[in-house]
């Protein structure tokens, strides 16, 4: 999700910046590499966390002894504990929280920069400034609120395992929160951009208006007046 969101601001980055042309032509094929750089990096780091996976029926025991006063359900299942020890997996997170959420910064940064630099030289409209201000606006909003989906339930997920407290209500609800985040991109994407919303009126809700309309003004039948002249 957050490569997704780094190449939709790099994107936009890539069209609308405008630099030196060996610059320009350098990362012309080099945007390639550096993304598909993240999802090698990705996979990559995750691979350490296969192997430190510990051993089930010691890791089970160490759980049981901290974790006191589980449901008794808890006992009877085959649970996976996938660390005793989460520090490196703690620091590899936030370590891409702050690299990636750093180049995102940077690509806004950069299209503010050069949009402004772009209307001093007057090769850019501020009729066009504004709507690119408005756009950026709306694409931050658009990537933020679905986080907000993924990041507060992760934070809460962290606290939990810092301070050693078991509530299968609360982990409950932090899946499901998680799993939400797919709808609400959808539903900020169709809110914060206006083609978006003139589309979903278009396809879902003006042909019932049209519907409407057609009912309440029936197509009269053609008549026939005779006049007679008595």
């Not at 989906?149 to 407290?165: A, C, D, H, S």
């Not at 409950?172 to 900020?188: A, Q």
Request: net charge positive.
């Amino acid at each position: 999700v957050a490569t997704a969101i780094i190449a939709l601001f790099e994107n936009r980055f890539h069209c609308i910046c405008t630099f030196h042309p060996t610059i320009k032509n350098f990362w012309n094929w080099f945007r390639y590499v550096w993304l598909s750089g993240h999802y090698i990096i990705i996979f990559i780091g995750a691979i350490p966390f296969l192997f430190l996976v510990p051993d089930q029926e010691e890791a089970r025991q160490y759980v049981f002894a901290n974790l006191p006063c589980l449901p008794d359900y808890i006992y009877k299942e085959h649970i996976f504990v996938l660390a005793i020890d989460y520090t490196l997996q703690r620091l590899i997170c936030i370590l891409a929280i702050i690299i990636m959420s750093s180049e995102v910064a940077f690509f806004v940064l950069c299209l503010f920069m050069n949009a402004y630099q772009q209307v001093k030289e007057r090769t850019m409209s501020p009729k066009t400034f504004e709507m690119l201000r408005k756009f950026l606006i709306a694409l931050v909003i658009q990537c933020i609120v679905p986080l907000l989906f993924i990041f507060v339930p992760l934070t809460g997920v962290w606290v939990v395992i810092w301070k050693e407290y078991y509530n299968q209500a609360l982990t409950n609800m932090g899946v499901v929160i998680v799993s939400l985040h797919g709808m609400m991109s959808s539903v900020v994407m169709i809110i914060v951009h206006r083609p978006y919303r003139e589309a979903v009126f278009i396809i879902f809700i003006k042909p019932f208006i049209n519907l409407k309309e057609v009912s309440q003004n029936p197509i009269r039948r053609n008549t026939i007046t005779v006049r007679s002249n008595l």
